[in-house]
């Protein structure tokens, strides 16, 4: 019943926005998913980050043949994490492509029926978001047989100007991309630019910087240490799972009080996984 909510919610006014010549951010209330390719060129081969939620397959299949061109299927998809609000299409979408899918080491349990990730914890925020969390799906899937291992060498698959990086905190296998040339960062849940917890803030997408979403944060010392280290990339586009992209001057100052402020901004006072 939550879950059914949650995606006619992220459904009711799901869109699309071209961040960069080749990046195109899905946008659903409730989660972000990407297209990295080129979108001036039907040709072009391209990437699918993340698949959203369950009922966001026929978006993303819409979205892709209006960019790429119909049938014209993805190279792979990229997997940040394993939650539901990340992978819920992805079986979906991987049998219709007939395309691999990729993601940590650290994230296969996960992904492969072996490990099933803690319950959300309701204790974390007063918002309504986090209170429904302890109902949210936890179990692992099982994509053995189409989920392979990303190089752990830092490359990403069919994404050559691409590297990724673990950044573990949210879950232990969690990664985030970057892109030199033009400074791009997609930082999966490392952080947000969105009150995730508040369901008033996701549906107006007020943007504010803040840490990952704290009711399925596990490790909150090396969340911490991970949004450091993507602050230190100097990002000048900034594109989360949940909330709007950010650019240019606005930032450095958010970022930079997200860095230095973490503890308070982010590691709720009180919670499972809390010290």
Request: charged share 25%; hydrophobic share 35%; proline share 6%.
């Amino acid at each position: 019943m939550i879950t059914e909510m949650l995606e006619k919610i992220s459904d009711m006014s799901a869109s699309f926005q071209q961040v960069t010549e080749d990046i195109v951010l899905l946008r659903f209330k409730i989660v972000n998913a990407i297209m990295i390719g080129s979108v001036k060129n039907e040709n072009s081969d391209w990437v699918l980050i993340d698949t959203a939620l369950r009922s966001s397959a026929d978006e993303i299949i819409e979205c892709a043949e209006k960019f790429f061109g119909k049938d014209k299927a993805p190279k792979c998809i990229i997997l940040t994490h394993g939650h539901f609000d990340h992978v819920g299409s992805v079986v979906e979408l991987a049998n219709h492509w007939n395309v691999s899918i990729y993601a940590h080491e650290l994230e296969l349990p996960y992904l492969t029926g072996k490990s099933d990730y803690p319950k959300g914890d309701p204790s974390v925020d007063k918002g309504i978001v986090a209170k429904m969390s302890e109902f949210f799906p936890n179990k692992s899937i099982n994509l053995d047989g189409k989920i392979k291992e990303l190089p752990k060498d830092g490359t990403v698959p069919n994404l050559s100007e691409w590297r990724y990086i673990n950044t573990p905190g949210h879950t232990p296998g969690h990664i985030s991309l970057f892109r030199e040339r033009d400074r791009v960062l997609i930082v999966g849940d490392a952080f947000t630019t969105v009150r995730q917890e508040s369901l008033f803030s996701v549906l107006t997408q007020n943007k504010e910087v803040n840490g990952p979403p704290a009711y399925f944060t596990t490790d909150w010392d090396a969340s911490k240490a991970s949004v450091k280290k993507l602050a230190e990339l100097r990002p000048a586009i900034i594109i989360p799972s949940h909330g709007d992209p950010m650019n240019g001057e606005e930032i450095g100052p958010y970022l930079k009080g997200l860095v230095e402020n973490f503890d308070k901004k982010a590691i709720p006072e009180e919670g499972r996984f809390v010290k």
